[in-house]
């Protein structure tokens, strides 16, 4: 049970809150049943959760080493090696590795999303969730930031990238929409780590105390750097209540802007497929798509496993799949929009690209005859089945209320998002202007290591996290409740 001093803590400083009267339209939400709890109790079932994790956690946990390990064995391999193990040759640039970048940039986009933008708009239905889409933005960012230092083949000499001074006469062309990107996905993870140690600081508070309770001396030291002398008071929810505002509103530019420049990274190019201002929008919607599926992914386990069906209820993960819903039907938008402009377009190159995507070289493919399928055009139909036709069902409620057939469409859409993401990179220069400059690309196993390492990364600090910090904003929960005082003074 929490401390006696962290209830009355929170009951006096939730009478004096700022946005109360706004609280207190939202409290009863059906997508909150928390509304019947008192605060002790969301307190023990969300430090519940950090309690000793039951033997097959740590089975789970070794299952995502075990895929990092392969990726940083193929990774050795190929510093051993160098670039030329990989898969990526003239023409084909780009493989795999931006591939990978792009996908789990966009995964990271679902966190700022709920965070930010369904805050500004004051959806209550994010509250059981938005903490653990926070923490994968985080996470899906470090790994999105590996890959282009592993796509130069020599990671060893990144700090060349970085514009200073230097006696080897190098400096960035800012010019680039490479040099762009750095710029962006630095700053977007920079404010989405501090916006979500910010969210943690009244919880930090909470474990902090709970700590000592127990007279756990260290990790009470720990969660008080964190806490950042929180009290609960007055004051301190006034400033923390604006300051969580103003970064709402800083990081609700960056969800459409970031990956507007990484859609740039190929839109500003002339190859055929990628130079077409469509892209941005395209992305972006991509983005959140791919992203808010890999939140319920992780997330319908979670509820699963700690039966938390009061807090991830069915009306969260409603909510949820049409968001999902609306972003499927901009992407299977986009993708048609792609071949009406190749089309209207009149250009011979831009058409050729996108006949080439869905019937390959010469028009002619088999498994087992002399031509092969190549890579593009799998990626192709996956695109289309796994983002366009899978998520069909989730216009019937009843699927929606399915958690095994919405974590296995979910499933579905991060494959697909991943194959989309290939379908842009691979066809296009696979098909340049100049037959003599066409090429196929086949990925290694060295490549597809590593593509294996960076989900047992992500995984594995998610992992980690839902052991070390509450998956849950345990301050927003308590916000959608009825205060202590009020209950006591309806039972008088």
Same mark, same amino acid.
């Given at each position: 049970m929490?401390?006696?001093?962290?209830l009355?803590?929170?009951?006096?400083?939730?009478r004096?809150?700022?946005?109360r009267?706004?609280?207190?339209?939202?409290r009863?939400h059906?997508?909150?049943?928390?509304t019947?709890f008192?605060?002790?109790r969301?307190?023990d079932?969300?430090l519940?959760? #950090?309690e000793?994790?039951?033997?097959?956690? @740590?089975?789970?946990?070794?299952g995502?080493?075990?895929?990092?390990l392969l990726?940083?064995?193929?990774?050795?391999?190929?510093?051993d090696?160098?670039?030329?193990?990989?898969?990526i040759?003239?023409?084909i640039?780009?493989?795999?590795y931006?591939t990978d970048?792009v996908?789990?940039?966009?995964?990271?986009?679902?966190?700022t #999303?709920?965070s930010?933008v369904?805050?500004?708009t =004051?959806?209550?239905?994010?509250?059981?969730?938005?903490r653990?889409a926070?923490?994968?933005?985080?996470?899906?960012?470090l790994?999105?930031?590996l890959?282009?230092?592993l796509?130069?083949g020599?990671?060893?000499?990144?700090?060349?990238?970085?514009?200073y001074p230097?006696?080897?006469? !190098?400096?960035?062309?800012?010019?680039?929409? !490479?040099?762009?990107?750095?710029?962006?996905?630095t700053?977007?993870m920079?404010?989405?780590?501090m916006?979500f !140690?910010?969210g !943690?600081?009244p919880?930090?508070?909470?474990?902090r105390d709970?700590?000592? =309770?127990r007279g756990?001396?260290?990790?009470?030291?720990i969660?008080?750097?964190f806490?950042?002398?929180?009290r609960?008071?007055n004051?301190?929810w006034?400033?923390?209540?604006?300051?969580?505002?103003?970064?709402?509103?800083?990081?609700?530019p #960056?969800?459409?802007s970031?990956?507007?420049?990484v859609?740039?990274d190929?839109?500003?190019?002339?190859?055929?497929?990628?130079?077409?201002?469509i892209f941005a929008?395209?992305?972006?919607?991509?983005?959140?798509?791919?992203?808010?599926?890999?939140?319920m992914?992780?997330?319908?386990p979670?509820?699963v496993v700690?039966?938390?069906?009061?807090?991830?209820?069915?009306?969260?993960?409603n909510?949820?799949?049409?968001?999902?819903?609306?972003?499927?039907m901009?992407?299977?938008?986009a993708y048609a929009?792609e071949? %009406?402009?190749?089309?209207?377009?009149g250009?011979p190159?831009?058409?050729?690209v996108?006949?080439? =995507?869905p019937?390959g070289?010469?028009?002619?493919?088999?498994?087992?005859g002399?031509?092969p399928?190549?890579?593009?055009?799998?990626?192709?139909?996956?695109m289309?089945?796994?983002?366009?036709?899978?998520?069909?069902?989730?216009? =019937?409620?009843?699927v929606?209320?399915?958690l095994v057939?919405?974590?296995?469409i979910?499933?579905l859409?991060?494959?697909?998002?991943?194959?989309?993401r290939f379908?842009?990179?691979?066809?296009s220069?696979?098909?340049? @202007?100049h037959?003599?400059?066409?090429?196929?690309?086949?990925?290694?196993?060295?490549?597809v290591?590593?593509t294996?390492?960076?989900?047992g990364? %992500?995984?594995?600090l998610?992992?980690?996290?839902?052991?070390?910090?509450?998956?849950?904003?345990?301050?927003?929960?308590?916000?959608a409740?009825?205060?202590?005082?009020?209950?006591g003074h309806?039972?008088h």
């Amino acid at each position: 049970m929490a401390s006696t001093t962290i209830l009355e803590t929170v009951e006096d400083s939730s009478r004096s809150l700022p946005f109360r009267e706004e609280i207190d339209e939202h409290r009863g939400h059906p997508g909150i049943r928390a509304t019947t709890f008192s605060y002790g109790r969301i307190n023990d079932d969300m430090l519940e959760m #950090l309690e000793k994790p039951h033997p097959s956690y @740590f089975l789970l946990v070794l299952g995502f080493l075990s895929a990092l390990l392969l990726g940083a064995v193929s990774l050795a391999i190929q510093v051993d090696v160098g670039i030329g193990n990989s898969g990526i040759s003239h023409p084909i640039a780009w493989g795999f590795y931006i591939t990978d970048f792009v996908f789990w940039i966009g995964i990271g986009h679902a966190g700022t #999303l709920i965070s930010a933008v369904f805050y500004l708009t =004051r959806a209550p239905w994010r509250t059981a969730i938005y903490r653990s889409a926070e923490a994968m933005t985080v996470f899906a960012v470090l790994t999105a930031g590996l890959f282009p230092l592993l796509h130069t083949g020599r990671p060893w000499l990144a700090y060349w990238l970085i514009p200073y001074p230097n006696e080897r006469y !190098l400096w960035v062309n800012f010019k680039s929409p !490479l040099a762009w990107d750095v710029f962006a996905v630095t700053t977007y993870m920079s404010v989405s780590i501090m916006f979500f !140690l910010l969210g !943690l600081v009244p919880d930090m508070a909470i474990l902090r105390d709970e700590a000592k =309770r127990r007279g756990k001396i260290l990790q009470a030291k720990i969660y008080a750097i964190f806490a950042m002398s929180w009290r609960g008071t007055n004051h301190q929810w006034i400033h923390f209540m604006r300051g969580y505002l103003i970064f709402a509103g800083l990081a609700t530019p #960056l969800v459409f802007s970031v990956h507007s420049i990484v859609s740039w990274d190929f839109a500003m190019a002339s190859i055929p497929g990628w130079h077409t201002t469509i892209f941005a929008p395209y992305f972006v919607a991509g983005a959140i798509f791919s992203g808010l599926a890999m939140v319920m992914t992780v997330l319908i386990p979670v509820r699963v496993v700690f039966r938390l069906e009061d807090y991830i209820s069915n009306h969260v993960i409603n909510k949820v799949c049409q968001v999902i819903l609306f972003t499927s039907m901009i992407v299977g938008y986009a993708y048609a929009t792609e071949f %009406f402009i190749a089309w209207y377009s009149g250009s011979p190159y831009e058409r050729a690209v996108f006949y080439f =995507r869905p019937f390959g070289h010469m028009a002619t493919w088999s498994l087992t005859g002399d031509q092969p399928v190549s890579f593009p055009l799998l990626a192709f139909y996956l695109m289309i089945f796994c983002n366009v036709i899978a998520p069909i069902p989730l216009w =019937r409620k009843k699927v929606r209320n399915n958690l095994v057939a919405v974590w296995i469409i979910c499933g579905l859409i991060n494959v697909g998002m991943w194959f989309e993401r290939f379908n842009i990179v691979g066809s296009s220069l696979q098909r340049d @202007f100049h037959p003599y400059n066409w090429g196929e690309y086949w990925p290694t196993l060295v490549e597809v290591g590593i593509t294996i390492g960076s989900f047992g990364f %992500f995984f594995t600090l998610f992992a980690l996290f839902m052991k070390a910090l509450p998956p849950m904003a345990i301050m927003e929960l308590k916000e959608a409740a009825e205060p202590p005082m009020r209950k006591g003074h309806h039972e008088h």
